[in-house]
Structures are given as C-alpha cells and as structure tokens.
C-alpha cells in the first residue's frame, strides 16, 4: 500500500476511535454506490451523519473547507441520497468532517460539525 494510503487508512481509523469515543455508533466505513463513496456514516439518536475524513501529516495553512469544496459537498450528498434510499432511513442527515493531522500514534483531531448543509433547489 502506498504511503499516502496507509495515512488515509490510519486517519480514517483514528476519526473512527474519536467518533465512538462520543457516543456515536458507526454504521459503515467506506460506504460505496457506483463512483460514490462517504468515509464514515455514524448515527446518534434520531440523526444520520455523513463524515468526510482529511488526513495530514501536517497543517500549514491547510483549510479543510477547500478540501471538502462544492463539487465535493455535491458528492457526498448524493452519496447520503444513495444510502437513505437504499436502507429507507427517515432521519435528519448531518455532513461532518473530521481532519486528523500527523501521524499514526499522534494525531491531533479537529472535528467541524455541521460542516456545509446541501442547497435548496428552487423551481419555478
């Protein structure tokens, strides 16, 4: 496995850690749909949350808001869609992203919660 995806997998584990630690129960790790993926889907009581894990080995001037941009908001909605759809959930949905940065061993977590909401669309 490469470098960079050893780091993904060890991020993706340590936000997994933190997010129990909360109380939250993990439902699916690397959810996929056709080309869609969610990272982390968790749920507490009555909520559904879509988490989007970023790994670093360090922060300079990192915005984790440019890596998680609109075409990847986008993404990651459909992919919710996918997954309410497929289990036929009624829940509130909430998109998080959890950066984890360093290395395995020492990493430092920052969770955003509600981190972006999805556009309404309106018609007319």
Same mark, same amino acid.
């Given at each position: 496995?490469?470098?960079?995806?050893?780091?993904?997998?060890?991020?993706?584990?340590?936000?997994?850690?933190?997010?129990?630690?909360? %109380?939250?129960?993990?439902?699916?790790?690397?959810?996929?749909?056709?080309?869609?993926?969610?990272? =982390? @889907?968790?749920?507490? &009581? /009555?909520?559904?949350?879509?988490?989007?894990?970023?790994?670093?080995?360090?922060?300079?001037?990192?915005?984790?808001?440019?890596?998680?941009?609109?075409?990847?908001?986008?993404?990651?909605?459909?992919?919710?869609? %996918?997954?309410?759809?497929?289990?036929?959930?009624?829940?509130?949905?909430?998109?998080?992203?959890? =950066? @984890?940065?360093?290395? &395995? /061993?020492?990493?430092?977590?920052?969770?955003?919660?509600?981190?972006?909401?999805?556009?309404?669309?309106?018609?007319?």
């Amino acid at each position: 496995m490469a470098q960079h995806n050893t780091l993904g997998f060890e991020g993706e584990q340590a936000a997994a850690e933190f997010i129990i630690k909360q %109380g939250w129960t993990v439902r699916e790790r690397n959810w996929k749909m056709g080309n869609l993926e969610i990272d =982390i @889907v968790a749920e507490t &009581p /009555g909520r559904l949350h879509i988490v989007e894990v970023k790994t670093r080995t360090h922060d300079d001037k990192f915005d984790p808001m440019k890596a998680v941009g609109p075409a990847k908001q986008r993404h990651l909605i459909n992919a919710a869609n %996918g997954y309410i759809n497929y289990y036929h959930l009624k829940m509130e949905i909430q998109y998080d992203v959890v =950066i @984890v940065v360093g290395q &395995p /061993g020492s990493f430092k977590i920052q969770f955003i919660p509600d981190a972006f909401y999805p556009r309404l669309r309106s018609y007319r």
